[in-house]
C-alpha cells in the first residue's frame, strides 16, 4: 500500500454490539493501515473530535441495532466542522430501505454483513488517495 489510510472505527449511540467492528478493526491494521478504534458508545461530537485531532481519512461507524439512523446527524457534523472531506462508511445491519437515507447524507458506502476485510480494505485503498489530494487543495 503506498498511501497507509488512516481509519476511526467507533459506534455511535447506544448500540453496544462491538464484536463487528473489532474484527474490521484487526483486519484493517493487519492490511497495513493506521487502525483509531473506540470503544461503543460514542457521541458524535466525540467522533468529530477525533477525527479531526487524528486527521483521519475513513470514518467506519459499525450498527448493529439501528444506530445507523444517527449517521446522518454525524455527517452535519462533520460537514460543520470542515471534516466534508473526510469519507464514512457505514457497515452491519443496514436495512435496505435504509441505506439509501445514509448515501443521500454523505456516506461513501454501506458494507452489508458478509462483507470481507478484503473488500473493506480494497475500498478504501482505493479512496485515500483522492480524499488526501482534496485535503491539500482545500
Known amino acids: ?21 473489532r474484527i474490521v478493526a484487526a483486519g484493517l491494521r493487519d492490511a497495513g493501515m493506521e487502525v483509531i478504534y473506540t470503544p461503543p458508545w460514542q457521541e458524535i461530537s466525540t467522533v468529530v473530535k477525533l477525527a479531526t485531532e487524528e486527521d483521519v481519512d475513513v470514518i467506519g ?10 449517521v446522518p446527524k454525524l455527517m452535519d457534523a462533520l460537514r460543520a466542522a470542515g471534516l466534508a472531506d473526510t469519507a464514512v462508511i457505514v457497515g452491519g445491519i ?11 447524507a454523505g456516506v461513501a ?3 452489508h454483513p458478509g462483507s470481507t ?15 488526501r489530494a482534496k485535503r491539500l487543495t482545500a
Open 1 to 21: 500500500m503506498d498511501i497507509r489510510p488512516k481509519v476511526l472505527i467507533t459506534k455511535i449511540g447506544l448500540d453496544g454490539h462491538d464484536r463487528g467492528s
Open 117 to 131: 476485510i478484503e473488500e473493506i480494505a480494497g475500498y478504501i485503498g482505493e479512496i485515500t488517495p483522492a480524499l
Open 109 to 111: 458506502r454501506v458494507f
Open 61 to 70: 461507524i459499525s450498527s448493529l441495532a439501528t444506530d445507523h439512523l444517527i
Open 94 to 104: 443496514v436495512p435496505d430501505e435504509d441505506e439509501q437515507v445514509l448515501l443521500d
